[in-house]
T-cell receptor
Framework: GAVVSQHPSWVICKSGTSVKIECRSLDFQATTMFWYRQFPKQSLMLMAT?????????EQGVEKDKFLINHASLTLSTLTVTSAHPEDSSFYIC???????????FGQGTRLTVV | KQEVTQIPAALSVPEGENLVLNCSFTDSAIYNLQWFRQDPGKGLTSLLL?????REQTSGRLNASLDKSSGRSTLYIAASQPGDSATYLCAVRPQGAQKLVFGQGTRLTINP
């Protein structure tokens, strides 16, 4: 299957700082990327959908000014958690699909801890 | 609104047994259905993708079926191994939508 690479796999940051997470499709052009958040022992919660070159569409209840999503190319999307707080600590996962392949491929996830 | 349910929430079986995981969805208007595996602290690995026009897909010891009219899918695992222990997630892509709708997952434990 196709490969989606997410970086970093884990990060620890101080309250008030910003953290950027990268999601790259290594062997296909990802026309659409998705960002999820996962709480312990729960399923995935979709945060936003981004199409290349367009503004992201955020799910209800997700603060777009806090979770900045950029999808400037067909192989890279970034999620920036701004002014992070301990309650933002979570597991974040990205996913990508293309117009040629409707199968969704996921990154390895990023464990964010805000102290 | 599409809803996906997975039963059971957790399953523990001895090594070597064949087992079935269930997934049901409320709206039959789907584009495809995908089964994933998630190991603790990791991302999702795609196991099988079934398009809405298909009835089943097979990969090694895994077989997934789709009955769109009844809103059901099953994931059959043959000759289970301890390495199969993980959480299995079912997700549907509704027609006309880009995003997936996930079930809550089945946490599978295979005992040696």
């Amino acid at each position: 299957g196709a490969v989606v690479s997410q970086h970093p796999s884990w990060v620890i940051c101080k309250s008030g700082t910003s953290v950027k997470i990268e999601c790259r499709s290594l062997d296909f052009q990802a026309t659409t990327m998705f960002w999820y958040r996962q709480f312990p022992k729960q399923s995935l919660m979709l945060m936003a959908t981004s199409n290349e070159g367009s503004k992201a569409t955020y799910e209800q209840g997700v603060e777009k000014d806090k979770f900045l999503i950029n999808h400037a190319s067909l192989t890279l999307s970034t999620l920036t958690v701004t002014s992070a707080h301990p309650e933002d600590s979570s597991f974040y996962i990205c996913s990508a699909t293309s117009t040629m392949n409707t199968e969704a491929f996921f990154g390895q996830g990023t464990r964010l801890t805000v102290v | 609104k599409q809803e996906v349910t997975q039963i059971p929430a957790a399953l523990s079986v001895p090594e070597g047994e064949n087992l079935v995981l269930n997934c049901s969805f409320t709206d039959s208007a789907i584009y495809n259905l995908q089964w994933f595996r998630q190991d603790p602290g990791k991302g999702l690995t795609s196991l099988l993708l079934i398009q809405s026009s298909q009835r089943e897909q097979t990969s090694g010891r895994l077989n997934a079926s789709l009955d769109k009219s009844s809103g059901r899918s099953t994931l059959y695992i043959a000759a289970s191994q301890p390495g199969d222990s993980a959480t299995y997630l079912c997700a549907v892509r509704p027609q006309g939508a880009q995003k997936l709708v996930f079930g809550q997952g089945t946490r599978l434990t295979i005992n040696p």
